[in-house]
């Protein structure tokens, strides 16, 4: 099985977004799981932006990055860079992307104003995995 590893700062949103998008995207032969280099729990206006989209991800965790699936990956893809900055080197044998996205959590405003600029990031990340997925199944 191949593994995939999505990267954010606090694996907060991004990479929980990118998560969703994964396992709905990229076929069975991918385990799929994402981290960031700290842990801010799962944002909920993230969990409702992606539920708006019909996929649930309340169930995923915030979790640190794990060294040893991190070196086992296939491919990892930094989601900010603040993870690509303090990510442990990447293995010469794991493809690596960078999607330098805003951080949606940073966001001000309007409840409406955030709410749009996660919607954004979703729609990004969505957009990135359809395409990856595309390059990706086979």
């Not at 991190?70 to 893809?77: A, H, K």
Request: charged residues 30%; hydrophobic residues 35%.
């Amino acid at each position: 099985m191949k593994k995939i590893y999505f990267l954010c700062t606090g694996n907060s949103c991004r990479s929980q977004i990118a998560e969703g998008y994964a396992k709905k995207y990229l076929d069975s032969q991918w385990e799929i799981r994402s981290a960031g280099v700290e842990t801010h729990g799962l944002n909920p206006r993230a969990v409702a932006v992606m539920k708006e989209d019909g996929i649930d991800i309340s169930t995923q965790t915030s979790d640190l990055i794990d060294i040893d699936y991190f070196n086992q990956s296939d491919m990892i893809v930094t989601l900010c860079g603040d993870a690509a900055d303090k990510c442990p080197r990447i293995p010469k044998e794991s493809t690596h992307l960078h999607w330098d996205l805003e951080d949606p959590a940073k966001a001000v405003g309007s409840e409406e104003e955030i709410m749009t600029a996660f919607r954004n990031t979703r729609n990004e990340i969505e957009n990135r995995m359809i395409e990856l997925a595309k390059q990706l199944n086979g």
